[in-house]
């Protein structure tokens, strides 16, 4: 997702197509995104005055920006300074954690997040303190953040009076630096040290941070002989986090490790499903079953697409067909900027020292057929049409299908295959 100040800038844009210059200035400068959840949106306003008028006059402008940026209806809480204090003193609810749409009963299992899914639901249970801490891993998309929600509004449920605190790894290191320059340190220990449960995303971030893993190394030793319980989300294992510290890598794997996987093709129709039941979209099957083969990548991107599709039939009183489908999921990836199928073989090539003719071409040595599968994988788990990847490679669409499908089976088989595709996509992102 964007940051806070990129989501601010794509709105003041788009409001700016229809409001004055004038009026932006007069009503909007200073404005700020606070905080930003599932479908509703937290905006400081500078005076109360200035706040007045924006709830007037604007919000209907800026809920129509916020269903144009993300194709979704949003709520919008206008704060001022009393409640922008408590939101960084952290007694404020944080907007995305408190909705009730990450729960353990909106989590869609399957194969690829049932271990994780269990060991997360145990730790919010009380059924174990064994897992402690628990590290949720995975590529982005995946459903590691919704588990630290899922975790935290059961155990809220179970404990209203639990100090419960909740932060991304970055973020964690921006409050430590602005606790040092202001001389705060005091007050930031005890915001964290004193958790009952204390969640972390995207704990990658603090990797080679040296003052920020020293306060996280002696706040976790501070929680864990306390017996208060620590979960962390990351995009990668301890081990594959190069520039962590060693101490923290050990504490870290000194619980439980669980990671998620790319949902297989049972587990996309059914987040479809799940998704399209709370948007209140009926789809056909084969619209479903369309967007299961070919949007395989995480399921961010199934949900986005299931979203898109809402709007697309709200705004165009269309019935959702495949060809419809297939226009909306194209303009999807115009939108994101997918790399281009060119770019894909190239570095899945360059990865088993081949060439791009190589993967093209009709040869059916295992290294090159193995390279070929990759490449195939990859080019329709960046959200492009089974029937475009067949197009690329010449190849029918029964062939490509199969290819796809030997690779899922191998990444759910092999941890060390599906390490070496999280390398070539890596490459792929870097490029592109």
């Not at 930003?36 to 937290?42: C, I, Q, S, V």
């Not at 109360?48 to 920006?65: H, P, S, W």
């Amino acid at each position: 997702m964007e940051s806070a100040s990129d989501v601010w800038s794509s709105l003041v844009e788009i409001m700016g197509k229809t409001l004055s210059p004038v009026a932006m200035t007069t009503w909007f400068d200073g404005c700020r995104v606070v905080e930003l959840g599932d479908n509703r949106l937290a905006l400081y306003v500078p005076s109360d005055f200035k706040r007045g008028i924006i709830e007037q006059r604007f919000t209907g402008v800026l809920k129509d920006a916020l269903r144009e940026l993300f194709s979704c209806d949003f709520e919008v809480d206008l704060l001022g300074d009393a409640e922008l204090e408590r939101y960084e003193r952290g007694e404020a609810p944080n907007l995305a954690m408190d909705n009730d749409s990450f729960t353990f009963e909106r989590f869609v299992v399957g194969n690829s997040n049932k271990f994780a899914h269990a060991a997360a639901k145990a730790v919010a249970e009380d059924q174990t303190k064994e897992y402690n801490p628990l590290f949720i891993h995975g590529e982005s998309g995946l459903g590691k953040t919704h588990l630290l929600y899922a975790i935290r509004h059961e155990v809220r449920q179970r404990h209203p009076d639990h100090n419960i605190v909740y932060v991304k790894g970055d973020d964690f290191t921006n409050e430590l630096i602005a606790a040092i320059q202001s001389g705060h340190n005091r007050e930031f220990r005890e915001k964290y040290r004193y958790a009952d449960l204390f969640l972390m995303d995207d704990v990658q971030f603090i990797a080679g941070r040296e003052s920020t893993q020293e306060e996280m190394f002696h706040t976790f030793n501070s929680l864990l002989e306390a017996g208060h319980q620590i979960v962390f989300t990351a995009d990668r294992p301890p081990k594959e986090m190069l520039k962590l510290d060693d101490r923290l890598k050990t504490r870290f794997e000194s619980g439980l490790v669980a990671d998620v996987k790319p949902p297989d093709y049972e587990t996309r129709m059914a987040i479809i499903r799940n998704k399209s039941q709370q948007l209140g979209i009926v789809l056909a099957d084969d619209v479903i079953d369309y967007i299961a083969e070919n949007m395989t990548s995480n399921v961010r991107q199934l949900e986005g697409t299931v979203k898109k599709a809402k709007a697309h039939y709200e705004l165009m009183h269309e019935e959702i067909t495949v060809p419809i489908m297939a226009k909306i999921m194209q303009d999807l990836l115009r939108e994101k900027g997918a790399p281009t199928p060119d770019l894909i073989i190239e570095e899945t090539a360059k990865y088993y020292e081949l060439t791009a003719d190589d993967l093209k071409g009709r040869a059916q040595t295992k290294n090159i057929a193995l390279a070929r599968h990759i490449a195939m994988f990859e080019i329709r788990k960046m959200g492009y049409s089974l029937q475009e990847v067949a197009d690329f490679f010449k190849k029918d669409h029964t062939t490509v299908l199969a290819s796809i499908r030997k690779i899922e089976k191998e990444v759910a088989r092999s941890e060390e295959f599906a390490q070496t595709l999280r390398d070539i996509t890596a490459n792929i992102n870097n490029r592109n």
